[in-house]
């Protein structure tokens, strides 16, 4: 069995000699405001996994906590290998060429075309030749599902579903081996999401990326996660399929996974 059957309240954490990502003990907090404390998560190495929770549980934040934007009050966070909280400014520099990041709203920078914000990271990790980074941007643009003439586009020229792929080209800049997501599909409408998330499956699968996605997309969770973590109490309460999740005794759980929209995306 890929997770072990613990008591409720308790995350079900998967092998550890599999795991990328290995979160232990972690706690954040904002002042006297605390948001996470002694939570524990494995992601798999090459998996898909959707983290939800109800509103102010603290699903950004989890990922903002682990890629280091935010930083913890305690506990450690390992990441293919490296607990973030010992490296040296070499390698924690080494270390974030590991994965890359879709934010929120996209976060591209307005003044930049599409091929310009792909070579940011670029930029900034390599000295690379224009000819060579200008191919590279075109690479990762198609890869990311958009027409190559979106490269000399501006954000503001760009769809909403068109801001996601560019950022998410941006993402794949690096060719990371994590792919961490924040709410990937939110304002898109249903067909444009469905599109998003089938080539988030394809990424995974054709490059062996692992994903991190934060979402309350029952779709997404449906399509294409191969396991949930579900945030609350400030913590993981289950780590596992989505099949023994709906299953899993607490009350968010049941509201969440038992209502109509959840029996809408065929999971209740």
């Known amino acids: 069995m890929d997770d072990i059957t613990q008591m409720p309240g308790t995350p079900a954490l998967p092998d550890q000699q599999d795991a990328i990502i290995k979160v232990r003990g972690l706690k954040t907090a904002f002042g006297e405001h605390v948001v996470h404390e002694n939570l524990d998560l494995d992601v798999k190495r090459g ?57 929120q709203d996209g976060a591209l920078f307005s003044s930049l075309t599409v091929a310009q914000n792909v070579q940011v990271p670029l930029r900034e990790y390599y000295d690379l030749p224009l000819d060579v980074m200008d191919d590279l941007a075109r690479s990762k643009i198609t890869m990311a599902g958009l027409p190559l003439d979106a490269a000399c586009m501006f954000p503001s020229d760009l769809s909403g579903g068109m801001r996601k792929r560019a950022a998410l080209a941006r993402s794949l800049a690096l060719d990371p081996k994590v792919l961490f997501l924040d709410e990937p599909t939110a304002g898109l409408d249903p067909i444009g999401a469905a599109a998003f998330d089938g080539l988030v499956k394809d990424l995974s699968v054709s490059l062996g990326l692992t994903v991190f996605l934060v979402t309350h997309d029952l779709d997404t969770l449906y399509r294409v996660c191969d396991r949930v973590a579900v945030l609350g109490d400030k913590r993981i309460l289950i780590n596992a399929p989505l099949s023994d999740v709906v299953q899993f005794d607490h009350p968010w759980v049941k509201e969440y996974f038992g209502g109509p929209r959840a029996r809408a995306a065929g999971i209740a």
């Open 47 to 103: 998996e898909i996994l959707g983290i939800v929770g109800g509103s102010g549980s603290g699903k950004s934040v989890l990922l903002r906590t682990i890629i280091g934007l935010n930083k913890q009050a305690s506990g450690t966070v390992e990441i293919n290998g490296r607990n973030q909280s010992t490296l040296s400014r070499a390698e924690e520099r080494s270390s974030r060429q590991d994965w890359g990041v879709l934010f």
